[in-house]
C-alpha cells in the first residue's frame, strides 16, 4: 500500500545539521494501525508530514501503490491530500463559528463533492463516532473527547485510504483516551491508520504495529511488512472547489463575523483618512501622530536574542541574473545559515543600549535565562511549582529535574519604564483584581478578555484546576510563591553531585529566600488586542535579575563552572548543553534577549540599523543612518 525507500530529510540551522530522516525505509500494508513512539525530535511528526505530503524529502522515494512520488508536482500533492489521505490532529482545528456538520463537510467542499452527497457523507461519518445527536451544534458546545471525535468524522468523511493522527490523545483525560484509540482502532479495519503519539501503553494496547524512533531512524518495528513489487496502481483523483462556493464561503464568514468586519472597514477607512490628513497637516499633527506610533509600538518591540536571523538576507535569491561561463564552481553556505548570527550581548553593549535617550524609548526589557526554583504551600504543605504553560501531567521526571534541564522558568516579562515606573503595565493593562506590582518581589496574573486563563499555569501552581471550572479572584491575589537560593535548594552529594532536596518546609524559611506575591490580575484594555503578555504568570526582569545575582556564586554553580560533566547527573555534556545548564542555575549574567520599545517607527528602523554599532553615541548614530 505505501512504501518508504531510503529517505532523508534533513534541517541545516546554524551550521548544525539535524536529520530528521536519516535513510529510512519501511513498508506499510493496506490495512493496519501502527503507532510510531519516540522522544521529541527523533523524527516521528516530520516522517508523518512526508507521508501525508505536508512536507517534501531531500532524497529517497515513496510509494504509493507501486507509484512512485519523486516528479509529483504541487497539483499533485493536492490531489494526493484531498483524496488519499486523512488528518487527525491533536488541537482538533474545528473552525469555531460552523456547525458540527458543516465542519466535518468542509473538507469535500474544498473537493468540490456535490451538496447532497457531502451532506449524506458527512452525517454518516458523525454517526458511526457516535454523534449523531450533536450534529448541529457548535463546536464549543463539546467536550474535548466530542471535539476529537469531530475531527476524526471529518477525516474519514472522504472515506481516505491513509488515516494519520498526530497525538490524537494528547489533550484528552485518559478515560477519553481510551474510547478514541478505540475508535481509531476499528477504523484500521478498513484503511492504513497511522498514528504518532507519546504514550506507549496505549499503543501496545491498540496498535498492530509499533516502531520506534529515534535520531531519524527506526529502532524497531514489532511487525515489520516487506512490500511486494506491483504495477503502478495509483490513480490522481483531482477535484477542485467551483467559484461559486468559494463565494459562498467567503460571504458566509463574512455574514457570521459582522463585528470584524466592520472592525475591519472602519479601520482601513481611518488608515486612509489619517493618511490623508497627515499629509495635508502634518505640522499640527505631529505630536499626536508621535503618540499613535508610541501604542502601536508596545506591540512591536526591537528584539535582540543571542541568536538571530536576517529574514531580509534569506528573500536575496541569487546574486546575479546571468548564467556562468566558469569551467569551475564555488562553494557556498546555503541563505539559512547565512541568515543566522550571534549576537554577542556582553556587558559592554548593555549599557550601550541604556545610552539611548529615555525620549527615544520609555520602555527597555532585559530577559535572563536563569531558572528559578520555585514552592508554594499547598493544603499546608510545600511542594515544588513553576510558571510554565505547559501540560504537568504529560511531564516525566520531577518539576525539579525539569527546571535544571531547562533554560527558563515560563511565564512572560514585562518591561519596567526607564525611571522604575509601571507605564507599560498601566498604559495597556488594567486591574480586574488586586493592584499594579510595586516590587520586583511582585508578580501578576494576565487573563484573556474573556477573563479565562491556561489551566496549566493554575496547575503548575499548585492548585487543583479542571477545564470550565470557576476560580474566584480572591482565592488568587495574595497567592504566595517562595524563590528558594541555590545553596539552599541544592545537596552535595558523596559522590561529587548535587541534588535537589526534598525539606521544602526549611527551604520556605531559609534567610535567602525570597517571597513572591501575585499582586493582581490583569486583562488587556483594548478589545481589539489579542494581548501583549501570554496568559499566564508574569513577572519583572528585575526578578531573574535578583535571583541571578543570588545564584552567581553558589556552590552548585562553581562546581559547574570547574567541570565537563552534569553535576547533577554526572553525565558528559558538550558546550552547548554545558552552556544553557549553567545559565538555568544562574551561572551566566549574559541576557538571553533585550526588546526595546522605540516611540516611533521611524526610531524602531534606526534602533534596528544601528543595534552593532557599539562605538558610536546613540545620538549620534541615530543622527546619522
Known sequence: MLELKHIKKYYNVGGTTTKAQDDVSVAFRQQEFVAILGPSGSGKTTMLNIIGGLDRYDSGDLLIKGKSTKAFKDADWDAYRNNSVGFIFQSYNLISHLSIIDN???????????????????????????????????????????????????????????????????????????????????????????????????????????????????????????????????????????????????????????????????????????????????????????????????????????????????????????????????????????????????????????????????????????????????????????????????NTVNASAMMAASTGIGGSVYPIDRNGGQSFLKTYYKVIAGKYPTSANDIILVVNKDNSVDINALKNLGYTAKEGQKVQYKDLVGTQVKVVANDDYYSKLPTGTYMPGTDYAKMASAAKTKTLTIAGIVRVKSKNSDGLLSSGIAYSAALTKDVLNTNKDSAIVTAQKASSANVITGQTMDNSTRSALLTSLGGSSTPSSIQIYPTTFKLKDKVANCKNKLATPWHDTVRRT
Do not use: C
Open 104 to 394: 466535518v463537510e468542509m473538507g469535500m467542499t474544498l473537493s468540490g463533492v456535490p451538496a447532497a452527497e457531502k451532506k449524506q457523507r458527512a452525517e454518516d461519518a458523525l454517526i458511526r463516532v457516535g454523534l449523531k445527536e450533536h450534529m448541529h451544534k457548535s463546536p464549543q458546545q463539546l467536550s474535548g473527547g466530542q471535539m476529537q471525535r469531530v475531527a476524526i468524522a471529518r477525516a474519514i468523511a472522504n472515506d481516505p485510504e491513509i488515516l494519520l493522527a498526530d497525538e490524537p490523545t494528547g489533550a484528552l483525560d485518559s478515560e477519553t483516551s481510551e474510547e478514541i484509540m478505540k475508535l481509531i482502532r476499528d477504523l484500521s479495519k478498513e484503511r492504513l491508520v497511522i498514528m504518532v503519539t507519546h504514550n506507549p501503553q496505549l499503543a501496545r494496547k491498540y496498535a498492530d504495529r509499533v516502531i520506534e524512533f529515534a535520531d531519524g531512524q527506526i529502532q524497531h518495528d514489532s511487525n515489520p511488512h516487506v512490500e511486494h513489487e506491483k504495477t503502478d496502481e495509483f490513480k490522481l483523483n483531482r477535484t477542485k472547489m467551483s467559484y461559486w462556493t468559494a463565494l459562498k464561503l467567503s460571504f458566509n464568514n463574512i455574514r457570521t463575523k459582522k463585528g470584524r468586519t466592520f472592525l475591519t472597514v472602519f479601520a482601513s477607512s481611518i488608515g486612509i483618512i489619517s493618511i490623508a490628513v497627515v499629509l495635508a497637516l502634518s505640522n499640527g499633527f505631529q505630536k499626536q501622530i508621535d503618540k499613535t506610533q508610541s501604542e502601536a509600538m508596545a506591540s512591536m518591540p526591537v528584539r535582540i536574542s543571542q541568536t538571530g536571523t536576517d529574514t531580509s538576507s534569506m528573500m536575496t535569491g541569487t546574486k546575479t541574473k546571468t548564467f556562468s561561463k566558469a569551467d569551475h564552481l564555488t562553494a557556498e553556505k546555503s541563505d539559512a545559515e547565512k541568515a543566522q548570527h550571534t549576537n554577542k550581548l556582553t556587558k559592554k553593549y548593555l549599557a550601550y543600549v541604556n545610552q539611548m535617550p529615555k525620549k527615544d524609548a520609555k520602555n527597555i526589557a532585559v530577559t535572563y535565562g536563569t531558572g528559578m526554583n520555585l514552592i508554594r504551600e499547598v493544603n499546608g504543605k510545600y511542594k515544588t511549582v513553576t510558571f510554565s504553560t505547559s501540560d504537568p501531567d504529560s
